[in-house]
């Protein structure tokens, strides 16, 4: 994600700083413990499509056994 739109997008409850998680490509809001989806680059600001922080990550694939 390009890091002047990562300068310029706050959360939109608290309009606090976001990070970027690259793993699970999403911004997080740290204040109110929100995940918000980046879907085809773009970042999904709506507190609708937000997951809680304390929510289970999505499954990991299974590893294949040895």
Known sequence: ???R?????VCP??????T???GHHE???AADRLA???RDGIPVMLE???RALDEA???ASPLPSA
């Open 1 to 3: 994600m390009d890091t």
């Open 5 to 9: 739109l990562m300068a310029l997008l």
């Open 13 to 18: 409850i608290c309009k606090g700083p976001l």
């Open 20 to 22: 970027h998680e690259h």
């Open 27 to 29: 911004l997080h809001c």
């Open 36 to 38: 918000f989806p980046i």
């Open 48 to 50: 609708a499509e937000a």
């Open 57 to 59: 990550a999505p499954p």
